[in-house]
């Protein structure tokens, strides 16, 4: 190469720093407060609000916390696709764990079935991801249980959201020997963003709409969060330190990075309406390989 036409270093350093340029910590210094005006209710159950900011950079969110110590509060997790076991036809590396689809699809295939699923988030990651990014199966999702019922094995150290038997919710890294037969369901993300009430994993600066779960330090809480992202007018995004910041910010004191980007999607059904709480940045609800979702059974007193 000729010296003439090598960039000097300080323009290399502002070419490499550029896409990280927009990151900041959030620096919160209060929690959000729940009795806030804007927050909406659905039931005793749920409650959610969404907000806005403009620094560090223009971000839209919103944050859903549930009420674990209500009666006839339940979870959902995608189950196993009909085909389940079956290597995929065009990647033979890869086993058939679960049928790809929309939240929102997910939703409406419980409530048809008589559920009163109020909430609906997307969760695991999944492969194969590669063009045309449309394949009907998933597999290497993490640790997926559905009713009790294996639907995909651990995989590398995802943490997983679990929900035993007796129904209390906690954040753990399954390893592939460990007794599972009194989880009854689980769903996997990519890493810890807050333990013990401190924002922790490593952030590499890059900015996307994100979904990340957090527990109260109680564990009568389950905040779920979104972010915007990749709409420059509308809203940039966060970092996976800055989800855990929100999910601080919005009473968790654990919190995991879950599947993000297009990914992202939250729904509330308030009884008429699936409402969406996010702005997809490709315009449509994805098919995802992994959803969790909330049932109220009003039956229970």
Known sequence: MNRKNFPCPALLVLIFLLPFSLAAEMNFKDRFEWKDKKVKRIGKEIEYVSCEFTSPRLIKCSAVRIDLSAPGVRFKTTPRSEKWGEKMRDFPQY?????????????????KKGENMVLAVNSSPWSPWQKPWNHPYADRTGLIISDGVLV?????????????EKGKCFFRIFRE?????????????????????????????RLAPRTGYGLSSCGRYLILFVC??????????????????????????????????????????????ILKLNSHSNGAERSVGGALGIIVDKNIK
Do not use: W
């Not at 689809?101 to 409406?108: D, G, I, N, P």
């Not at 995909?152 to 035993?164: H, L, Q």
């Not at 810890?192 to 009430?197: G, T």
């Not at 919005?250 to 729904?267: I, K």
């Open 177 to 205: 020997k460990d007794d599972l037969s009194k989880i009854r369901h689980a769903v996997s993300g990519f890493g810890y963003v807050l333990k013990n009430d401190q924002v922790s994993g490593k952030d590499n600066g």
């Open 228 to 273: 915007d992202g990749r709409q420059k007018e509308y809203s940039m995004g966060c970092s996976t330190y800055e989800t855990g910041e929100f999910l601080q910010y919005f009473g968790a004191s654990e919190g995991l990075n879950m599947d993000g980007g297009g990914s992202t999607t939250l729904l509330v059904h308030d009884g008429k309406d």
């Open 152 to 164: 995909s094995p651990v995989f590398r150290s995802y943490p997983s959201f679990a929900v035993d």
């Open 95 to 111: 086993t058939i764990r679960t049928d790809r689809k929309t939240c929102r699809k997910f939703m409406e295939e419980n409530i």
